[in-house]
C-alpha cells in the first residue's frame, strides 16, 4: 500500500531502523563470538607451545646429560680396555726374559745357548733366535733377544744366576732382566728414582747388569 502521509513514512523508517540495527547488533554479537573463541585458540596455542618448549629444553638437557654420562662411560671403558691389555700383556711376559748383547750372527744360537746354561742349568729348552729378537734391524746395533722359559719360576731363577755372567769374561758384556711392559719398566723406574731419593742403595734385583749400562736399558724397547 502507497505511504500517503508523512507519518506513515516516519514509522515505516523507524521500523528499518529498527530492524537494520537489531541485524547489526546480531553481526556484532556473531563477530565478538568469534573473536572470543580466536582469542581462546590462540591462548590454547600459546600455552600448547611453551609446554612443547619447556618439553624440548628438557629434552635437551637431558640428551646432554645422557651425551656427558656416555662420554664418561666411553672414558671408563677406555681406561678399563687399557688396563685389561696391559694385564694380558704382562701374563704373556711372565715366563719370558730378555737378554741384552748376544750378537746378531750365524753363532748367536750358540751364544745364547752358553748363556742359558749358566742362567739355568740342566735346561732342555729348545732355543730358537730366529722371530725372537725386539724391535727393527738396525745395522751397527745388537737387538735384545726375548728367550720363553717354562714356567715364572725358572725366570726367577735364572735372575738368580744372572749375576754369574759377569764372572765370564767372553760374556761379562751380556745381561739379562725380566721381559716387562713399557708400564711396568717406568714403574720400576720410578720405584728405582724414589728409593735414590730416600737415600736407599738397594740394588736391582730383576737386573744384572753393570751399572753403566742403566741407560741403554732403559731406553730398550719393549714389544
Known amino acids: 500500500m502507497p505511504i500517503t502521509t508523512f507519518d506513515e513514512l516516519f514509522e515505516k523508517l523507524q521500523k528499518e531502523n529498527q530492524k537494520l540495527k537489531e541485524e547489526n547488533q546480531k553481526n556484532t554479537s556473531d ?10 585458540e590462540q591462548a590454547r596455542i600459546h600455552t600448547r607451545i611453551n609446554e612443547l618448549e619447556e618439553k624440548v629444553k628438557k629434552s635437551g638437557d637431558e640428551c646432554s646429560k645422557k651425551t656427558k654420562n656416555m662420554k664418561e662411560d666411553m672414558k671408563a671403558i677406555a681406561v678399563m680396555h687399557e688396563k685389561i691389555v696391559e694385564k694380558q700383556d704382562r701374563l704373556n711376559r ?66 738368580q744366576n744372572a749375576k754369574l755372567l759377569k764372572d765370564v769374561d767372553k760374556y761379562e758384556q751380556i745381561y739379562a732382566r725380566m721381559d716387562q711392559t713399557k708400564q711396568q719398566q717406568q714403574e720400576r723406574r720410578n720405584y728405582i728414582q724414589n728409593k735414590r731419593a730416600a737415600g736407599s742403595d738397594e740394588e736391582e734385583n730383576e737386573y744384572s747388569r753393570p751399572a753403566s749400562k742403566q741407560r741403554l736399558m732403559d731406553t730398550t724397547p719393549s714389544t
Do not use: F
Not at 31 to 40: E, P, S, V, Y
Not at 154 to 159: E, I
Open 31 to 40: 563477530i565478538m563470538g568469534t573473536l572470543k573463541n580466536i582469542q581462546d
Open 94 to 159: 711372565v715366563n719370558n726374559i730378555v737378554i741384552m748383547g748376544i750378537p746378531e750372527n750365524d753363532r748367536d744360537i750358540g751364544v745364547l745357548s752358553d748363556v742359558m746354561n749358566i742362567l739355568l742349568p740342566n735346561n732342555t729348552l729348545r732355543l730358537r733366535t730366529k722371530g725372537m729378537r725386539i724391535g727393527k734391524h738396525t745395522e751397527g746395533k745388537t737387538r735384545p733377544l726375548r728367550v720363553q722359559l717354562n714356567s715364572n719360576n725358572d725366570v726367577h731363577a735364572a735372575m
